[in-house]
């Protein structure tokens, strides 16, 4: 039969044995102030230790309850006061109730189905089992992770998840559908997320037996295993998904990308998430986009940037060119442009609503900037030459003359 160790809430509290009622409020006021699930959202350790120290006041602060465990080292609300006291006397044959000699001597036992373990349940948060042999607490652990306990731990929601997505660029400029593999956990067909399977094995608390040996000072309490409530029997952790509730699955997505969704775009997809557990709702999916480049357009948000060479005659004169738009790739034929008489290479010209349809505002379009890059004719015959010396006479400008100026 499985023996469990007694907890010191004098330790736990940090008072000593011979403490006031009003030492303890102190110091349970201390650490509840410190350790306050509300100080520390989110901190496993601190939630462990806020639910001892209350464990440990819920104990110490009440006299009688004190008076039973200051006599047996533990406490449940199921001791009788005179059998504590007995105990503590030594009574019920006194000398034979040495220690660790199990099978000798007399055993009270006591029931301990009225015990309430509320307090204990973590909000409903799934507590990891410890190996045998640990205090009380370990049996109340054991018991939430426990497969005959898995309705008691509550619904748990489940995680969500992040992928990163790759689109190329007219997906993310005109929108349009996209696959994507993903792994996530799904509730457990086998068990249905309940993490067990109904079958009864052995329990491994007491082996059977439905009784686990609690030592009240020098006395051994036989009391009822509380991971199998005295049955001896616990269901079956479920084969499929080894009582975790969920199991991994392989997922093929098929979702629509919005016209004009950006790069490192956040998409959520809710319930898309890891499945929750006992009923929990599924957590998030989020799709984090990385959008493909175009080798003519380039996007800056909703707006296009395109660089159009110019001749030199266009440049200077002016003239009417076609520039290709995102249009163009849906067949929408060229787009003219305005080139005034006298533009300089560098110049950025605006298209307006020509850029990408807008994600967030329905109607919206970005715009188009061009950038001007004039061409040098490679001219090659005497004719062309001729001309151009023409040119310079005609207009004999300095082009750096401005710069010498200011240098
Ligand atoms: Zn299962
Ligand atoms: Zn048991």
């Given amino acids: 039969m499985a023996t469990t160790k007694n907890k010191d809430y004098y330790g736990v509290l940090g008072v000593k044995k011979t403490a006031t009622a009003d030492d303890i409020r102190k110091a349970f006021r201390k650490a ?5 699930p509300d100080v520390n959202p989110g ?13 440990a006041n819920d104990v110490l602060s009440d006299e009688k309850k004190r008076k039973i465990y200051d006599q047996l080292g533990f406490y449940s609300d199921n001791i009788d006061p005179a059998a504590a006291e007995a105990a503590a006397r030594g009574g019920y044959g006194g000398a034979g109730f040495g220690g660790g000699r199990s099978g000798g001597g007399q055993e009270v036992p006591f029931d301990f189905g009225g015990f309430d373990f509320s307090d204990f349940q973590g909000g409903g948060r799934r507590e990891q089992a410890s190996g045998g042999g640990g205090g009380f607490r370990d049996i109340f652990n054991q018991m939430f992770s426990g497969g005959r306990n898995a309705a008691s731990r509550g619904p748990q929601p489940g995680t969500d998840l992040e992928y990163q997505v790759s689109v190329d660029f007219w997906t993310a400029v005109r929108g349009g559908v996209t696959r994507l593999e993903i792994q996530r956990q799904e509730v457990c067909p086998t068990c249905k997320g309940k993490s067990t399977t109904g079958g009864n094995m052995e329990c491994p608390e007491c082996h059977g037996s439905g009784q686990v040996t609690q030592m009240g000072g020098r006395m051994k309490f036989n009391i009822q295993c509380p991971r199998c409530g ?13 009582g975790d509730g969920v199991t991994t699955k392989t997922e093929q997505l098929e979702f629509r990308i919005k016209p004009g969704t950006r790069d490192g775009q956040r998409i959520r997809l809710a319930g898309k998430g890891n499945a ?11 799709l984090i986009i990385k959008a493909g480049t175009n080798p003519v357009f380039a996007r800056m948000g909703d707006d296009i940037y395109v660089t159009v060479p110019v001749t030199v005659a266009e440049a200077a004169l002016g003239a009417k060119i076609d ?5 163009t790739h849906e067949g929408g034929g060229r787009t003219q442009l305005k080139i005034p008489p006298g533009t300089q290479t560098g110049q950025k010209l605006r298209l307006r609503e020509k850029g990408v349809p807008s994600a ?42 401005e710069m010498f100026a200011k240098a």
């Fill in 32 to 36: 509840a102030r410190k350790y306050h």
């Fill in 43 to 55: 901190d496993k350790k601190a939630e462990e230790k806020f639910k001892e120290i209350s464990e």
């Fill in 230 to 242: 005295g049955s001896g029997k616990v269901q079956n952790t479920c084969p499929t998904c080894g």
């Fill in 276 to 286: 929750g557990t006992n009923g929990g709702a599924a957590g998030d999916l989020y």
């Fill in 323 to 327: 520039v290709p738009t995102i249009d």
């Fill in 360 to 401: 967030a505002q329905e109607g919206k379009r970005g715009d188009q900037i061009v950038e001007v890059k004039i061409v040098v004719p490679k001219v090659q015959d005497e004719r062309s030459k001729e001309i151009l010396r023409e040119l310079a006479k005609l207009n004999p400008e300095d082009p750096r003359e």
